[in-house]
């Protein structure tokens, strides 16, 4: 292993800071598909604050990434607002039925209490054990899901679809009750100092058109993201996967700090359109480079997206465009992160990213 000169926190409290740094910052985009790693059932660790704790202390001790954090998972928030889900052992939670099945029912939607409803306890609980056993060695942090995701777990996507057009006020007081409740997630996540960034799948142009992200989705991101700021001082960051160029001027305006691009975005656009106002995080293909590829396949990768991004104005994180597989190797994760310190070390050596080796 490569010797290094910081630790994580050193480097990331650096990185924030706008100081130099020894490296690029690594963040793999792991989490609950990498319960192989324990050996442990996934069913499990989604109801085990213990467990969800214990993987990324796990992974920590081996990986030394950057930054380390618990998910809400897309459909967490919208199981505590009513909706059932279903955990198989050996794979990620899928939605089995969503809380509303008509429009009507929207007005009855509570706000949810993060202290009682579905898996959110758990997650704070989990938060916090991560927190006290690596806060002096590296960034922590919570991540959510965007309230126009949480609602198409909430109603059920093709629900949501059709009464945009259907019932679009209905749609906004669905919105309205969605944006709370993560508001009240957001205080709880405050007041254990922890920063919260948005996974927001939902939300890609893939799926819906910029005129309806900024009708359906914006408006409520936007109070999501001001309480963030409320509370903990500073900026969350976001994730969209698949297509979302048409969507960064908007979300950047918004007030993110940081832009994590899925890998069907090129890192040279995001840097032209917003590297001077965002941090860029990406885009290292989590399927066919770390989880089907060799140590070359891998190193060739994330030496583009250095190449890339490493001279991004506000600065560049190395990841990997979405979450990494269910039941990929942790040496897979290793030689990702390896590559990074390799090719990201500063000042970059260019010879170095664009040699064949």
């Not at 998972?73 to 050996?90: F, I, N, Q």
């Not at 900026?235 to 297509?243: D, E, F, S, T």
């Not at 994590?260 to 040279?268: G, V």
């Not at 590297?275 to 480079?289: F, H, L, R, S």
Request: proline share 6%; with cysteine; net charge negative.
């Amino acid at each position: 292993m490569i010797k290094e000169e910081m630790t994580p926190r050193e480097r990331m409290d650096a990185f924030s800071r706008g100081e130099e740094i020894d490296r690029v910052i690594c963040v793999p985009d792991m989490g609950v598909t990498m319960v192989p790693f324990l050996g442990i059932k996934a069913s499990d660790y989604y109801h085990s604050a213990g467990l969800m704790a214990e993987l990324e202390i796990a992974l920590f001790n081996r990986l030394r990434h950057d930054s380390v954090g618990i998910s809400t998972s897309l459909r967490g928030m919208a199981e505590a607002m009513g909706s059932k889900v279903a955990y198989p052992d050996y794979n990620i939670s899928y939605l089995l039925e969503p809380a509303i099945k008509s429009v009507e029912e929207i007005e009855g939607l509570k706000v949810v209490n993060p202290l009682k409803d579905g898996k959110l306890p758990i997650l704070l609980k989990a938060l916090k054990l991560t927190k006290d056993a690596l806060i002096k060695e590296v960034d922590v942090g919570a991540a959510m899901s965007g309230p126009f995701s949480v609602a198409a777990s909430v109603v059920g996507t093709e629900n949501l679809l059709r009464w945009m057009a259907r019932h679009p006020e209905k749609v906004h007081v669905l919105m309205e009750i969605v944006a709370e409740s993560n508001n009240r997630y957001i205080e709880e996540v405050a007041k254990l100092g922890l920063s919260i960034s948005f996974a927001d799948p939902m939300s890609s142009t893939s799926i819906i058109s910029p005129k309806l992200f900024r009708e359906f989705s914006l408006p409520y991101l936007q109070r999501n993201i001001n309480k963030i700021k409320e509370t903990t001082g500073s900026a969350p960051g976001i994730h969209i996967c698949g297509k979302s160029k048409k969507l960064w001027q908007d979300v950047v305006d918004a007030g993110i700090s940081n832009f994590s691009i899925d890998n069907e975005e090129d890192l040279d656009d995001a840097k032209e359109i917003m590297g001077d106002k965002v941090v860029i995080t990406g885009n290292v293909p989590p399927v066919d480079a770390v989880y089907l590829g060799s140590r070359p396949d891998i190193n060739k990768s994330v030496k583009e997206s250095i190449r890339k991004g490493y001279d991004s104005p506000k600065g560049y994180i190395l990841s990997t465009g979405c979450q990494i597989p269910m039941n990929t190797p942790i040496e897979k994760v290793e030689m990702f992160m390896e590559a990074g310190r390799r090719y990201g070390k500063y000042p970059i050596d260019l010879d170095l990213l664009n040699s064949q080796e």
